[in-house]
């Protein structure tokens, strides 16, 4: 069975998508067998690992309206596994909220697959609509990337509520595995305070280490490579190997 990994966080730009690609990269170098579930119809991820979202002929979006079976989605690309999206999968949010158990499609469709992985990342999208609770139905833990910067911490507490939420009704396992910290500037003297204070103030492990901020991290997709596979050896890289580390421990 597959331990099935959400990274969320309904703000945007806070590195979900690179922290889901890098980190799916960096545990599938360690030999694993890793799927990333592109769930945002904005399809970053797709783009990122060199996919062309608009001339894909089937993503997670024929997935979870019933038209294929998830299997027939995967690309197997040089990071990882991939099942893809487009600007297709805006329309599942509405197709989903007429049906029943619309909280489960995500988890369904997985278990089809997940024999065939150890580690199943999905990348939520900005959001805590339909999509984001069904990646938090399937996921045994929870990601939060977090930006560090004044105030990054508002929403946190409505993300923790929406987790509540899931636990109480459709996933009782669902564990917070942590804050990864993005786009760190240790030269700003509030950086590593605001990671205390969030840290504490919920009671989440904030995974080490903090993620620098580095223009390599918007290279790289354009590239279409993790920043693993774009430059191995920058600290980014590593310190996301480090982190995938700790979390496969
Ligand atoms: N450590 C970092 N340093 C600098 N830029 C980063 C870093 N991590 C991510 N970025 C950039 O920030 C932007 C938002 O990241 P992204 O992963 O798409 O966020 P989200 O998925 O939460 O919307 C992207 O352009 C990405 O390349
Ligand atoms: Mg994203």
Known sequence: MARTIAVANQKGGVAKTTSAVALGAAIAETGARVLLVDLDPQASLSYSLGLDPDSLDVTIHDVLVGRVPI????HQLAEAD????NIDLAGAEAYLLTRTGREYAVKTALEDIEVHYNYILIDCPPSLGVLTINALTAADEVII????EALS???????LETIEDVRRITNKHL????????????RTQHSRQ???DVGRRYSLEVMQPPIRKSIRFAEAPRAGKSILRYASTHPGALAYREIARSLIA
């Open 145 to 148: 990337p977090l930006q560090c």
């Open 153 to 159: 911490h508002r929403g946190v507490g409505q993300l």
């Open 175 to 186: 564990a917070v595995r942590g804050i990864i910290a993005t786009m760190f500037d240790p």
């Open 82 to 85: 991939v099942v893809p999206s």
């Open 194 to 196: 605001i990671l205390d």
């Open 71 to 74: 299997g027939k989605t995967i």
